[in-house]
Structures are given as C-alpha cells and as structure tokens.
C-alpha cells in the first residue's frame, strides 16, 4: 500500500553484471532513479551479493541478495517472498520479466520487438519463449515501458495488449561516449587492434537479423572506389557461417575485421577512430548505436526500418536494409563528401542531446508513481 505520497519501489537487477545492452540499461536507469530521487524507497534486488554495495550512502536505498538456482526460480519463487517480506509497492524488472506471484504492481521493460516482426531471424528456443511465457508477462504487468513508439505500437498490433498500461520511455547513449581528443591514446588502440587507419565501423553481433551479409556486400562495392576496410566490433552469435564465407568471395580478406566484444572504453575509441558507423540492421526498437557515434563525432548510415528513425533523427542517412546499392552509396557519400560528413557529426551533437538518463529516470519514475497509485 502507497503510504501518502512515498512509493516503496522494488527493482529487480539480476542483470546488474551483463556486459551486453540489458546490462548497461540495468546499471543507468538504477543509478539515474536514485540520484533523481530522494522521496520514494528503493529496495535493489540482486541475485549476484557480488553486485552489492553501489549505494550504501543513499538513505533511502536497501540492497538485499536474494538468493535462487537459475533465474526462472529467482523470478517466479524468490522475488515474491522478499516483495511481500519488504512490502514494496511496485516491482520494476529492468529485464523482459515479471514475477507472476508477486502481490503488488508489476513493471517490466519492452525491450525490443523483433522476434514478433522478424520472427525467421530468430533461434526456435527464443522463439517458444516469446510465443509463449513472454506475452503472459506482457499481459499481466500492470506497467509496460517501451523503448520506442514504434515497439509500443508493434505489441499493441501483433499481441493485442491494453495501450493504456504501456508507456514510451526513450533510453540514452550511456555517458562513456564522448569525443576523445587525446591522440596517444587513439595510436595505440589502433596498434592494439591492428587496425589500417581509415575504416568503417559496424557494432553488434553476426547473425541473421543484422544484416552483416548485405553490409559486406556493400562494402565491397565501397571498395572499388575508396580504400576503406570495414571493423566488426562484436562477435559471431548464429547462423554467421554464410556471412563470414562471403569475406573471401567478395575479395574482402585482410579488409574485414571480426573483433569479437570490445569493452567500452575501447568501444570508445573505434567510434572516434572510425569514418562512420554502418547499421543496417533489419528491425530495431530503438538502437543504441546511433546515439553512441553521435556523441563520439561519428556519421550514421542506419535502415529506415522500425524504431531506428526515433534514435537518429535527422543525423543518420537512412537506407532499405535490402538494398546493397543504397547502402554503399549512402556509405560513399559520406566518404566522398566533407559536407554531408561534417554535417551529420552537427546533427550527432544536437540529435545526442534530445536524451539522458536524468530525462529517462524522471519519464520512469513518473509512470512508476502513476502505476503504484492506481487502485
């Protein structure tokens, strides 16, 4: 129960550690909650103890381990226990999740829809559990966050989900990104990666819905005209084999570079290094990538497609993720015209400053009051 105008806020962290972007999500929006925040109660939820101890001095924050084998149980069985041992108010899951059993308000966070738009470029497993346990969620919460209006409105048209209970809340380039003016260390993480020092940037995994089949063609057309090779900052995930296959056939040997999870220190630097940023991608809710070259001074090429257009505003060029043509010309632009370049790095800036954790922690904490007060 709501005790006057203070809200008892549960948050679930499990996902504290992941280094991936549910990871990065979980660490922002917590830190930016609690240093918006100096009414309401926190109770942090961790499954890791290890994890514990990031906000010892806010007095208004508990952080409890909750001890579980394997998340199911820890969503569903333990959270539940320590929800009605702590009487919180209203249960935030920074994750695709809710606790079933638990007896208050419920949050959850959507995420990203492109198993329900792109389904075929998804493994069966994560397939069943979006056609399945996930819906359930989403139909339960009392609260859905939305990335994107574009998400928000995918599940309200392919799952039929109350619009009223779901709340567009856009995300924020994580603070680490920024434009790097110290040259030494430049050098040398070209050095450390053996990197040529003119390159395309492509960040994310290799697997069907990304597009990095289509990106290689593409450059490999780039290349007849421009001496440019193309970094991959992210690993092989599934079905990459075709891709990879496709750097000998097209002449791209020595010219592609796979380096597997960067960290974002360094992450950092390759964005500062690069000419552009290359995202093709199939279908995104709202991505992150845009956000990021934008802060560190780096051009855009990104698909028109789904939640893309919210992130990069007017600072990308927009390409059909289908058409290699367009997308090496897109690139080739930006290369072979100081303009265009110059003037999408201004629209980066600008485009960067339209979100922050602080806007995104306030739209949150508003929509966690709104839920917590209803009856």
Known sequence: MVRGNKVKIGICVRTWGEL????????????????????????????NPSHMGNFKNAANVKEIFVPAHGKWMWDQWAVPRYVRREKIDVLFHTKFAIPFMAKC??????????RFVFPEHHQRADLWFFKTVYPQYLKQASLILAVSERGRQDIIEKLGIDPLKIKTVHLAANPAFHVINNQEFLENILDQYRLPKRFIIYVGHIYPGKNVGRLFRAVSLVRKNFDIDLVIAGAPRWKYKGDLALIPKLDLDGHVHVLGHVPHDELVALYNLAQLTAFPSFYESFPAIPLEANSCGCPVVISRTGGSPEAAGDAALYVDPLDVEGIAAAISSVLADTNIRNDLIEKGFKNVRRFSWEKTAQETLDALEWIAGQG
Not at 20 to 47: F, H, M, P, W
Not at 107 to 113: Q, Y
């Open 20 to 47: 991936g972007g549910i990871g990065v999500y979980t660490r922002s929006i917590v830190n930016a909650l609690i240093q918006l925040d100096k009414k309401n109660e926190y109770c942090l939820l961790y499954s």
């Open 105 to 114: 308000k419920t949050a959850m966070v959507l995420h990203g829809t492109e």
